[in-house]
């Protein structure tokens, strides 16, 4: 399981990383294996992109926060219907995914739901 959870995100740690320079020092790269290896976290390794995927439990319903996404941007897009299912399939009522404002345009069918601001202190 270790073996195969280290070849996977090795294989994509580099559509992965810079992606996760936009955590705004949230998390390092190894607080996201160790999060993948215990089953908090979901890495999805495809072809030509992976993406890190993680619950959110709400009050009122749970949704799928897609953390950290990266590589070829056609291979992502065709990827998101799956991922959507999969979070429906697991109780999910929303799916989340944060980023730069041009993902608006990779994924119009995503309504915006705000800006996130933050302040180092």
């Known amino acids: 399981m270790i073996y195969e959870l280290w070849k996977d995100w090795h294989e994509c740690r580099d559509w992965l990383l810079p992606a996760l320079e936009h955590s705004h ?4 790269e190894d607080d996201v294996l160790v999060r993948i ?3 908090e976290y979901k890495l ?7 993406v890190v995927t993680m619950f959110i439990q709400y009050p009122r319903f749970k949704a799928l ?4 996404a990266g590589g070829d941007l056609e291979d992502l897009k065709s990827r998101q219907c799956e991922i959507e299912r999969w979070a429906s399939s697991q109780g999910c009522a929303r799916v989340y995914s944060g980023g730069r404002e041009g993902w608006g345009r990779v994924f119009p069918e995503y309504a915006k739901l705000g800006v996130v601001y933050y302040k180092d202190l």
């Open 25 to 28: 020092g949230s998390h390092n």
């Open 65 to 68: 926060n897609i953390f950290i």
């Open 37 to 39: 290896a215990s089953g």
């Open 44 to 50: 999805w390794r495809f072809e030509k992109c992976a």
